[in-house]
């Protein structure tokens, strides 16, 4: 009994613009005719919802602690950078810890 899907979804952390190694399998199941559509996290060029080289991409926003490390590397100041940083890294472990017990999510809206 053969199971033949149409269409298969990725989820991924960052694919656009640089694709990660979840490319090589998007390559192949392009050969094998599969329509891929891949949801990843946004980036810095703030576009929604592209068709790239046949592969439709959705993007969902970033978790809070990754947009406050963002917003640090920003920074001039040199002091409120690494606090702003070390704020994002926190964050980004308080929710790891706090959703540990089902299956390392760190957030309930992205399972990742």
């Known amino acids: 009994m053969e199971n033949e ?15 990660t190694h979840i490319d090589k399998l998007v390559e192949e199941f392009k050969l094998m005719g599969k329509k891929v559509t891949i949801i990843c996290y946004d980036n810095e060029i703030n576009k929604r919802n592209i068709v790239v080289n046949n592969v439709e991409i959705y ?3 970033q978790k809070i602690g990754e947009r406050v490390k963002k917003i ?4 001039k100041n ?3 950078k690494i ?4 704020l994002g890294i926190f964050l980004v472990r308080f929710g ?3 959703f540990f017990p089902w299956c390392r999510m760190s957030s309930i809206i992205v399972p990742l």
């Open 5 to 19: 899907f149409e269409s298969i979804l990725l989820v991924t952390d960052f694919y656009y613009p640089h694709p």
């Open 83 to 86: 606090l702003l940083n070390y």
């Open 59 to 61: 993007f969902i926003k």
């Open 72 to 75: 640090a590397d920003k920074q």
């Open 96 to 98: 790891q810890l706090l």
């Open 78 to 80: 040199k002091l409120f």
